[in-house]
């Protein structure tokens, strides 16, 4: 299948008249040879350096089925601090607008968070795809064997 894409700028203007920025917006089919998102869903708990070794153990795993693994815990932790408040609340918004962009929400914990049940529910709300580890270990078995994708 090839892939076709579509650029849609319209300029806009204000109230006042006056010209804003082009909003440029991009439709785009996805490939057969690109991988879906895999939005890392697990509790993090920054005193005890949980994130550190069992979030690169998900990615990893998510990875080696085919997917690529978004893990925004990982990748916000390198700048930003969970004890500023503005940089906390900037790591949410920025970790749910990596979900939004993703195929599939994969739980990694039997532990459930105030903050991974929020990336659910949204998740839930989008019509994603929500599943366990184990859950998406076991798709994936299932397709590579051979079994219907139904």
Known sequence: MSSSSCVSISKRQSKRGARRAPAITLWRKKKDDEQDLAYVCAPT?????FASSKLKEYSKTLFELGYVPICPCMMFSRFLSESVPEQREARRSMSLEFLRRCRVLVVCSDELTEKMEAEILLAKRLG???????????????????????
């Not at 994603?128 to 139904?150: N, P, R, W, Y």
Request: charged share 15%; net charge neutral.
């Open 45 to 49: 708990n920054h005193a005890t350096g």
């Open 128 to 150: 994603m795809v929500a599943t366990t580890l184990t859950g998406i270990k076991k798709i994936s078995l299932h397709t590579a064997s051979g079994g219907d994708e139904a």
